[in-house]
């Protein structure tokens, strides 16, 4: 998996790409390559998996998935918890992130699992995907990851 962090994120990069990480663990990361990118806003985390390589894509020659997130450039607590539900999924379960920590993995393990979705020809189902991003939160939380001092 090869990971692209701009400098113009201005935290931790070894943080980001242990959240990031864990966000794809349990689902296979080869081929896969995953863009951060950054936005000016506070809260918003927004994330795309391409069954495809998108045209133009500056990817490397064996990436076979692309996942792009956005997010703060400079990401703070303001606004959290943040709580969500999939938009026009009646199915979908609400999910909680207590801290943009959190809510990159939850955004991470969800285009995670598009990817497995992707690779093994399985339903591009929203609801699946964001029951995977649950269940990676309450490894994550069990873990004691959670990091409030930021
Ligand atoms: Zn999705």
């Given at each position: 998996m090869r990971l692209l962090i701009p400098?113009?994120?201005?935290?931790?990069h070894d943080e980001l790409t242990t959240l990031v990480l864990e966000g794809f663990h349990?689902?296979?990361?080869?081929?896969v390559e995953l863009h951060l990118s950054a936005h000016r806003g506070r809260v918003i985390f927004h994330g795309r998996a391409w069954p495809e390589i998108p045209p133009g894509a500056a990817v490397?020659?064996?990436?076979r998935y692309l996942v792009q997130i956005s997010m703060p450039?400079?990401?703070?607590?303001?606004?959290?918890?943040f709580e969500w539900r999939y938009p026009r999924r009646k199915t979908a379960p609400w999910l909680v992130a207590h801290t943009w920590q959190e809510r990159l993995l939850a955004v991470a393990a969800h285009e995670a699992y598009h990817v497995k979705q992707f690779r093994f020809g399985m339903r591009r189902s929203e609801v699946t995907a964001e029951r995977w991003a649950a269940k990676a939160l309450e490894r994550f939380r069990s873990r004691g990851l959670i990091q409030m001092d930021r």
């Open positions: 400098d113009a994120i201005r935290v931790d349990g689902v296979g990361k080869r081929g490397a020659p064996e990436t450039k400079a990401p703070s607590q303001n606004g959290f918890p």
